[in-house]
């Protein structure tokens, strides 16, 4: 069997699916690397050869060699074209926001899986790359908020006087919230956190922030993958009001709110950022997803009424190595699920296969993508 590793062409995109270290871990396999697919992660193709590892000259040439492709990014329609017939991929799919190469793949007989539909089980946490990924994102967003805030985060005492710590407000509460909080309270802000999920108010104030509630009873907030669920109009219009109220008293707020497979929620509106005092911040990385503050520009830092509003998009690949190290060791724990005896054996019993496979054999088996490219409503 024969793996291959191409390079990354989403723009801006510099992490590596496999890093050399992970070579070793896919026992029975022979690893086939786009030339210069690791360069910009920091690991160039010598470390890959010093491994075993042979290298293509050219995508073209990887791909019509390979029985499985490991990627980060979601092929393109052009890269599922070039997936030789009956070869499997594993990578980041979002399969209902690439249905096109989702079609190249299916009439390739091919075999897809979707990372980011790993169940979250106590199992798959080794292969969990949405929350390695997220740990970086949450990580990263409170540097950025503290660099765009023109005045420090912790508390100063000095001879010329005290200055207060900067009041940072987190909304959302998953892996990458929760890094969030973690880092502005490591640089010394004062921390408030929200989430529409009040199961996670003990892990919010375990991380030192305080855990703020709306005085609205808030039913089924989470879906069974521990994700928060959509709710009705009527809850976001208080949500957004109670919102509101939290980042006028904030000099930074972090959103990290997201919803699988929809749009992010405005949960910060264009009124909320009104009432923001002149030069507090906004770091939305929602923002791949729409982003849940109503002025956010996905990719753009803009300053709307003195409030600079961020929309970082891939911010794991601003950290190239380690979340290249993260995702590789996530991608071979899967790999080894799936492949037995250096064959691979897809086993639908399997809540880890079951959960994450989206086209098997070139049948669509996910249910919202077929019903998505089928065009016939779910029931």
């Known amino acids: ?145 503290a660099e765009a805030l023109p005045r420090i985060f912790p508390m100063m005492m000095t001879a010329a006087g005290t200055i207060s710590p900067a009041k940072v407000f987190v909304v959302g509460a998953g892996v990458a919230g929760l890094q969030a909080i973690a880092t502005a309270r490591r640089l010394g802000a004062v921390l408030e956190a929200y989430d529409v999920r009040p199961i996670v108010k003990e892990q919010i104030e375990s991380l030192g922030a305080r855990f703020v509630q709306m005085p609205v009873e808030t039913k089924d907030a989470q879906d069974a993958g521990g994700y928060a669920k959509a709710q009705t109009q009527e809850f976001y219009a208080k949500q957004q009001k109670f919102l509101a109220e939290r980042a006028w008293v904030s000099d930074v707020v972090i959103t990290t709110a997201l919803i699988p497979g929809q749009r992010a929620p405005i949960l910060i509106s264009e009124e909320a950022v009104k009432g923001m005092r002149s030069g507090s911040v906004v770091v939305d990385i929602a923002a791949e997803q729409g982003g849940n503050c109503a002025l956010t520009e996905p990719g753009k830092t803009v300053v709307r009424y003195g409030v600079t509003i961020i929309g970082p998009l891939n911010l794991p690949s601003t950290m190239a190595p380690q979340a290249s190290q993260l995702y ?17 054996k897809i086993d639908p019993k399997d809540d880890v296969i079951r959960g994450s496979l989206v086209i098997n054999a070139g049948e669509v088996v996910h249910q919202a993508t077929r019903t998505a490219i089928e065009g016939v409503p779910a029931k």
Do not use: C, H, W
């Not at 690893?31 to 590892?53: I, M, N, Q, R, W």
């Not at 080894?336 to 005896?341: A, P, R, Y």
């Open 328 to 344: 590789s060791r996530n991608i071979t724990s899967f790999f080894s699920t799936v492949m037995k005896d250096g064959v691979l």
């Open 1 to 145: 069997m024969i793996v291959g590793v191409p390079k990354e062409t989403a723009q801006g995109e510099k992490r590596v699916s496999l890093i050399p270290d992970g070579v070793s871990k896919l026992a029975g396999a022979s690893v086939l690397l786009e030339k210069g697919a690791g360069d910009e992660a920091g690991f160039p193709d010598s470390a890959y050869v010093e491994k075993g590892v042979s290298i293509a000259a050219d995508a073209s040439a990887l791909y019509g060699q390979a029985d499985v492709i490991l990627k980060v990014t979601p092929p393109s329609k052009a890269e599922a074209g070039m997936v030789k017939e009956g070869a499997t991929t594993v990578s980041f799919l979002y399969p209902l926001a690439n249905l096109e190469a989702v079609k190249v793949l299916s009439a390739r007989k091919a075999t897809a899986f979707a990372m980011e539909l790993i169940p979250r089980i106590s199992r798959a946490q080794p292969m969990d790359a949405l929350s390695s990924q997220s740990n970086l994102g949450g990580y990263k967003a409170a540097l950025l908020a």
